[in-house]
């Protein structure tokens, strides 16, 4: 089934080590967003690539990073993990940017110890 | 400015009664719009959307929503409501990058 892989699951790491996270889909699709959600929130739009056009989030902090070597991979990259990073990172991908629905991994729990 | 207010924070209903989740929307259009689900420790499913047309859209697990353009509210509804609907709904609206509301958890009573 086509579908967005987020890996790993779940992700321990130490206060100011980096930790990258990684997604895949083999949906095609143009767009890939990266989303953060803390615990009973709204997931918050980190950046997202169309294609390889990169777009960051005004108020996304420089510690977070992305890249997206190819159309089916894309990685979120967090320099040096604060204790507030510790969050659920939802991956999604939608087939253009000008609308439609988004499709949405698993998510990748990380803990900052 | 462009916002999702979802006004029910947490909603318990009995298993086999029906449910209505609210959604209002402040948008410069209109938007696409749509409702997603997460269940505990997952990422989040699409129950159904509106782009345009039938005001009244059919979702996946008996889910249904109406676009009412003067109220600005896009509300899901489900005639009977199964403990496995338990979960998180999250309103969604936007033409590209999305505007989440707060979302809903819905608790199931047996």
């Known amino acids: 089934d086509a579908m967005v892989i987020q890996n790993p699951r779940y992700q321990v790491t130490q206060f100011g080590k980096p930790v990258t996270l990684s997604c895949s889909q083999t949906?095609?699709?143009?767009?890939m967003y990266w989303y953060q959600q803390k615990s009973s929130q709204a997931p918050k739009l980190l950046f997202h690539?169309?294609?390889?056009?990169?777009?960051n989030e005004a108020d996304t902090p420089d510690n977070f990073q992305s890249r997206r070597p190819n159309t089916s991979f894309c990685f979120l990259d967090i320099r040096s993990p604060g204790l507030g990073d510790a969050a659920m990172y939802l991956c999604?991908?939608?087939?253009?940017?000008?609308?439609?629905?988004?499709?949405f991994g698993p998510g990748t729990r990380l803990t900052v110890t | 400015a462009q916002s999702v207010t979802q006004p029910d924070i947490h909603i318990t209903v009995s298993e086999g009664a029906s449910l209505e989740l609210r959604c209002n929307y402040s948008?410069?259009?209109?938007?696409?719009l749509f409702w997603y689900v997460q269940s505990p420790g997952q990422g989040l499913q699409l129950l159904l959307k509106?782009?345009?047309?039938?005001?009244l859209v059919q979702g996946i697990k008996g889910f249904e929503a109406e676009f009412k353009r003067s109220q600005s509210s896009f509300n899901l509804r489900k005639p009977s409501v199964h403990w496995s609907d338990a979960a998180e709904y999250f309103c969604?609206?936007?033409?590209?990058?999305?505007?989440f509301g707060q979302g809903t958890t819905l608790q199931v009573k047996p």
């Open positions: 999604a991908t939608s087939r253009s940017a000008g609308g439609g629905e988004q499709y």
């Open positions: 949906l095609n699709h143009n767009v």
């Open positions: 690539y169309y294609d390889k056009d990169f777009n």
């Open positions: 948008y410069g259009a209109t938007p696409y």
């Open positions: 509106y782009f345009s047309g039938d005001t």
């Open positions: 969604a609206v936007g033409t590209g990058k999305l505007i």
